[in-house]
């Protein structure tokens, strides 16, 4: 079992940045790989980003590339997700999954947590 315990959402103005952590319990967080997603009002969850077991590869929506940057340390059970010149439609509640394999989509997400709200104003 592992939970999942985002931190770090709030308002900000377009332009502006925000690190949003994902805290896991459990022995077992470096073996799976994480995730970060985000559902806007009234849209679908959607993949923003993903990271390997050992932090050395990772992977990004096109909407986010050059913008988000996933890291993680395994030492601290921790994910984080570095958010750069923020839009407004980057406005959503973000969450973080863990999985053996992260796919490209919310499918095959072993565990989820509650999500942290992000609202970019312009």
């Known amino acids: 079992q592992v939970q999942l315990a985002e931190s770090g959402g709030g308002l900000v103005q377009a332009g502006g940045s925000l690190r949003l952590s994902c805290a896991a319990s459990?022995?077992?967080?470096?073996?799976?790989?994480m995730g970060w997603f985000r559902q806007a009002p009234g849209k679908e969850r959607e993949f923003v980003g993903k990271?390997?077991?050992?932090?050395?590869?990772?992977d990004y929506a096109d909407f986010v590339k050059g913008r988000f940057t996933i890291s993680r340390d395994n030492a601290k059970n921790t994910v984080y997700l570095q958010m750069n010149s923020l839009k407004p439609e980057d406005t959503a509640v973000y969450y973080c999954?863990?999985?053996?394999?992260?796919?490209?989509?919310?499918?095959?997400?072993?565990?989820w947590g509650k999500g942290t709200l992000v609202t970019v104003s312009s």
């Open positions: 459990g022995r077992t967080f470096s073996r799976y790989q």
């Open positions: 990271i390997s077991t050992s932090g050395s590869n990772s």
């Open positions: 999954g863990a999985a053996w394999v992260v796919n490209n989509g919310p499918d095959g997400i072993n565990y």
